[in-house]
Structures are given as C-alpha cells and as structure tokens.
C-alpha cells in the first residue's frame, strides 16, 4: 500500500505509564529516546514534492515552506517518515522548544506564514521510517526500522534530524530530568520486536508530573449549558498580582453539578445582585469557544498535578488532585513551582 497525505497512515501511539520502564519490562528489550513537545508529523516524499500530515490527518504543508523545501533538497529517496515538527529559539548554547512560536505558525495568511518561517524556522526530529521507495516497513520490527531510518536520513543535515536513542534505562531516566531544561516532555519507550502498529498504544511515553497549590479564580459552564465545565486557576506573581495559569477540566457528569452548589458561596454578585462574569485568554486553537467564565471570590486553594510551565501558565490542562482548606490563597505564589536547569537543545539532537 502506497501512503500519501490523501490515504494517509495513522501515527502508532503511546501509552503512558508512571516511570520510564525497565528493559526486562516487555520481551526482546526497550529502546528509549526523548518526547518531543511538538507538533507529530508524518511526512510523505514521492521524490519530488513532499506532504506533511499530522497526527489527526489535517494537512500542515503550506504551515511549513521551509521544511517542505529541505525535505524534497535534502531526502535522498522517495519515503514517509514519523516525527516531529518543532521550533528551537534562544542563543547558541542555549537553545530550546518554543511551543508558542510552534504554534503562531498555525496561521491563515500566507505572508505571514513566509515571515515566520524565516523568523522562526522549524526543523524536524524523524523517529521512524514506514517505507522506502516500494518498500513497506510497517511489519519490520522497530529496531529493524530504526537502523534502516539511520541508513536513509542520518547525517542529512538540519533541518531534518534524527531523535538520539538508547538501550540504557540509567540514560533514559537521566534524560527524563536533564533534557526537559530544553524544553522536551518527557522519555518515550518502543518495544524493539514491535512491528508498527497504526493508532494503537505500543509504545510508551513517561512525561513529567508534579502537583502545585493554585488559586481557584472562577469557573467556565460545560459545554452542554449544564455544570462546571472547568475551573479556572490563578498563582501570585511577585508582584502580589493575581495571575490566571491556566485550567482544570475532566470532571464526571455528577461532579459537574455538585461543583456548581459546592462553589455558589464563592460567586462574586454586582450591587444588583447579578454573576460577575470575566473574560479568559482565548488560546489560538479554541476560535469560536466561549471563553467567558463565573468570576469567585480567590479564596479556595486547590492542588493540581500538572506537567509543564509554558511561561508563566501550565503548558496543558491540568488535573484536579484535592481542596486544601490548610492552604491561605495568599501563600500559593509562582515560587512554588519546579523549574527544570537550562539545557542546551544542539546537545539532544543527532
């Protein structure tokens, strides 16, 4: 079967798991490399023009000019490969991720597209080859696959790269903490026996988590008019200003509305009597979502097990862990939070 971005394959996924796993875990051994915090993309070169498909099979090609062109300069033959699409920013030396420059490339005019390009490169981390030429390697084992992706893309030069790899799970867990101070997400495991399975959970991926004490500043209606939908979170900047971090969602049917009387003490009124509402930061791929919320007195102090930091907000939805009723919302400060040591970005790349 020939992949193209018109009958295009489904990326294998992963599973998370709470600890980068031992190699006696799964039979025949693990390989581990980092997880990169971008965009998943699959690329389709016939030998002349190249597609990039994402992982939900939208077409991301005229997003990135400047890596279609290094694919069809650079790819020595016709192939589709799995990676992923990142933005590296900062000084030599101390480069690393940029989501948010990744993402204000998802734009709509094409002159702007060009312009970041030029001002924000991106480059592509290959870590699977699914064919070559006629060749369908959908069924070869990953270590098969892997040394024939080395074959094929190693040494071609930036922008295309390859994820580096290891057997050593002492390694993988020291990448775990040293690589996300370049801004990656965490250690991801393939079953070296493992053929590649198409939108099926096989490997597995260990992101770091860590809680925080955050300040519950309102909350957002569900979508089906009925409920909390999710909580909004806010964190005291040096300053002594409140500021919104981010949100909690994923609440089941029945909490949803116990959430609504549970938290109507806290509702701020106008001298009328009226639910004071505010406005959140709309993120660049909620267009069209209501972003209005119930404003609540910052008074209630919640802790969330969250990832990252994306500047000064969760770089994900967080998850709700427990009240704490010990806690003085005026204690619950940016302070807290766990900043990963500088890493420089060139250092993870081969």
Known sequence: MDFTVVSPIVPMLAKAVDAVPAQDSVPGGLSYEPKWDGFRAIVYFDGETCEIGSRGSKVLTRYFPELTEAFARLLPEPCVLDGEIVVPTGEP?????????????????????RRLAAETPAMFVAFDLLSVRADNHLDHPFSERRAALERLAGGLGHPIHLSQTTTDVDLARRWLVEFEGAGLDGVVAKPLEAAYSPGRRIMLKTKHRRTADVVLLGYRVHKSGSGV??????LYDRNGELRNVGGASAFSDRRRLELVDE?????LRDDAGDVVSGESEPSRFSSGKVTSFVR??????????????????FRHTVQFFRWRPDRDARSCTFDQLERPIAYDLSRVLL
């Open 93 to 113: 030396g101390r480069e690393k991720l940029n989501w948010e420059a990744l993402s204000g490339r998802i734009h709509p005019a094409d002159s702007r597209i």
């Open 229 to 234: 939908g999710s909580l909004l979170l806010g």
């Open 263 to 267: 938290l109507a003490p806290l509702v």
């Open 296 to 313: 609540l007195q910052p008074s209630r102090v919640l802790e969330v097990r969250y990832d990252q930091m994306e500047g000064s907000r």
